[in-house]
């Protein structure tokens, strides 16, 4: 069974930053698609950043572009997301997600067949 393992979530302070990881079992990321996703409390998901062998990397919302940056480490398997001067809009659960059966970014959820668990990131003073 293919998972996900999401991890460096935590409690920031505004302008702060985090790494987040995301670490496939079992399966070699090299040829999926990865996105990132969030869910805030009481919003919908929204796709935050994508990685894909054939069209790069892509941010999605305008929020973020500038100080997000999504990265890929073959030789580590991983896929991280640099999250540099967060916001306290920025809290959020985040997840990430796989597909390969669509080779080209997406920041639509429905489009990944595989997700992590999620890490919470809580940016406050």
């Known amino acids: 069974q293919v998972q996900l393992v999401e991890s460096g979530g935590g409690l920031v302070q505004p302008g702060g930053s985090l790494r987040l990881s995301c670490a496939p079992s079992?399966?070699?990321?090299?040829?999926?698609?990865i996105g990132w996703f969030r869910q805030a409390p009481g919003k919908e998901r929204e796709g935050v950043s994508c990685t894909s062998v054939i069209d790069g990397n892509t941010n999605y919302p305008a929020s973020v572009k500038g100080r997000f940056t999504i990265s890929r480490d073959n030789a580590k398997n991983t896929v991280y997301l640099q999250m540099n001067n967060l916001k306290p809009e920025d809290t959020a659960v985040y997840y990430c997600?796989?597909?390969?059966?669509?080779?080209?970014?997406?920041?639509?959820?429905?489009?990944?067949?595989?997700w992590g668990q999620g890490t919470q990131v809580t940016v406050s003073s």
């Open positions: 079992r399966f070699t990321l090299y040829n999926y698609v």
């Open positions: 997600a796989a597909s390969l059966r669509n080779r080209y970014c997406s920041g639509y959820g429905s489009t990944y067949e595989y």
